[in-house]
Antibody, heavy 119, light 107 residues
Framework: QVTLRESGPALVKPTQTLTLTCTFSGFSLSSNGMCVMWIRQPPGMPLEWLALIDWDGDTYYSTSLKTRLTISEDTSKNQVVLTMTNMDPVDTAAYYC???????????WGQGTLVSVSS | EIVLTQSPATLSLSPGERATLSCRASQSIGSYLAWYQQIPGQAPRLLIYDASNRATGIPARFSGSGSGTDFTLTISSLEPEDFAVYYCLQRSNWPRTFGQGTKVEIK
């Protein structure tokens, strides 16, 4: 059974760095073809794709956010971490992690974690 | 970066009616398009992948078509649980991109 769960702070201040953790089970990121990605959704707004890490540790980022994002893995803990620097109120959103295979479409998603940015 | 444009923004229909949603890509993406359904407060659910393949457990009333730049999601007869927001997603190029969504609401 595949599950993913996002965790991290519910509130961060402007200019701070956000660190989110995706803890998963039911698959291994070390398996050929396996990938984990992050997607976010501001309240009432569309989904926005952020980043992906693959089984080889290769990473891919949103064009507009790539200077602020880092995605990394801790294979031993079955976790993927997303860091976003210089947070701003416009970064207030629900942040989701999701699994995909062979760079395909995400099929399993976490429930999402809401992050608010406010002083 | 590939831009996906969904239309209409809102579709007002009654249960039992047919829904036709459109997603247009700014350049050819082959068949590398998926459709997701999102109910408020929930994570998106994969409905259709690679333009026309239903994901596991998705009812047959959902169908997808298209290739290149023009894609369609059709719900043949709306059930009460189908009133939601629908997004398209492309995996042809990096970065991956979503459309801005179509809300299917009860008329």
């Amino acid at each position: 059974q595949v599950t993913l769960r996002e965790s991290g702070p519910a509130l961060v201040k402007p200019t701070q760095t956000l660190t989110l953790t995706c803890t998963f089970s039911g698959f291994s990121l070390s398996s050929n073809g396996m990938c984990v990605m992050w997607i976010r959704q501001p309240p009432g707004m569309p989904l926005e794709w952020l980043a992906l890490i693959d089984w080889d540790g290769d990473t891919y980022y949103s064009t507009s956010l790539k200077t602020r994002l880092t995605i990394s893995e801790d294979t031993s803990k079955n976790q993927v971490v997303l860091t976003m620097t210089n947070m701003d109120p416009v970064d207030t959103a629900a942040y989701y992690c999701a699994r995909t295979w062979n760079y395909g479409f995400p099929d399993y998603w976490g429930q999402g974690t809401l992050v608010s940015v406010s002083s | 970066e590939i831009v996906l444009t969904q239309s209409p923004a809102t579709l007002s229909l009654s249960p039992g009616e047919r829904a036709t949603l459109s997603c247009r890509a700014s350049q050819s993406i082959g068949s590398y398009l998926a459709w997701y359904q999102q109910i408020p407060g929930q994570a998106p659910r994969l409905l259709i992948y690679d333009a026309s393949n239903r994901a596991t457990g998705i009812p047959a009333r959902f169908s997808g078509s298209g290739s290149g730049t023009d894609f369609t999601l059709t719900i043949s007869s709306l059930e009460p649980e189908d009133f939601a927001v629908y997004y398209c997603l492309q995996r042809s190029n990096w970065p991956r991109t979503f459309g801005q969504g179509t809300k299917v609401e009860i008329k």
